[in-house]
């Protein structure tokens, strides 16, 4: 079975700031992982995927993220917050072709002028 | 292209009532998934269909809940009878994602949701 922890609930950053929301994961299989944005009132909408290959993947708004297998990490990041990054993200695994993501419980940011 | 469509985007019942949400994929997309997303928590999977058949639906509290994708198209999440535990977002996704074709990295594409609220 596989599962994913995001490290802290809310994250507050100013406009210009490093975003950096963190997420581990487990399992048993080489994962695909995933990270979604969520907007108040709509539903998920796709960042960025890793699947094979390159380990650094770069994602829509300027977002990146880095599979550190060793680490069984896959932290989000974004050199410089925007107002319009203030969303909830999750950070999801599926185990290659089952395509069946588990969620991670999510992190809220708020950007501040 | 036309995205996931469901409705009712918002549902007020009082408990012991029936609900029923419908979903409409992207055209083609095999693969249908109804989730469930407390307040405050990451979406967690009820049911998954590749095209009319179920996949996976361990998690889907049978005694209350069905759900059905005739003619591998649009789906239906019932709930009967509701309890208050139920208040959630339903979210519907689909994909191109056959178990099978590795070629598909498979992203979801999600639709707005219906947001129920059990009084």
């Known amino acids: 079975a596989q599962s994913v922890t995001q490290l802290g609930s809310h994250v507050s950053v100013s406009e210009g700031a490093l975003v950096l929301l963190r997420c581990n994961y487990s399992s048993s299989v080489p994962p695909y992982l995933f990270w979604y944005v969520q907007y108040p009132n709509q539903g998920l909408q796709l960042l960025l995927k890793?699947?094979?290959?390159?380990?650094l993947v770069k994602g829509i708004n300027g977002f990146e993220a880095e599979f550190k297998k060793s680490e069984t990490s896959f932290h989000l990041t974004k050199p410089s917050a925007h107002m319009s990054d203030a969303a909830e993200y999750f950070c999801?695994?599926?185990?290659?072709?089952?395509?069946?993501?588990?969620f991670g419980a999510g992190t809220t940011v708020t950007v501040r002028a | 292209e036309a995205g996931v469509a469901q409705s009712p985007r918002y549902k007020i019942i009082e408990k012991r009532q029936s609900v029923a949400f419908w979903c409409n994929p992207i055209s083609g997309h095999a693969t249908l998934y109804w989730y469930q997303q407390i307040l405050g928590q990451g979406p967690k999977l009820l049911i998954q269909?590749?095209?009319?058949?179920?996949?996976?639906d361990s998690q889907l509290p049978k005694d209350r809940f069905s759900a059905e994708r005739l003619k591998g198209v649009d789906s239906t999440l019932k709930i009967q009878p509701a309890k208050l535990e139920d208040s959630a977002v339903y979210l519907c996704?689909?994909?191109?994602?056959?178990?099978?074709?590795?070629?598909?990295?498979?992203?979801?594409?999600f639709g707005e949701g219906s947001r129920l609220t059990v009084l």
């Open positions: 890793y699947t094979t290959g390159a380990t």
């Open positions: 996704a689909s994909s191109l994602g056959d178990r099978y074709n590795y070629a598909n990295t498979g992203e979801l594409f």
């Open positions: 269909f590749q095209n009319n058949g179920v996949v996976d």
């Open positions: 999801a695994v599926s185990l290659g072709g089952d395509y069946k993501l588990s």
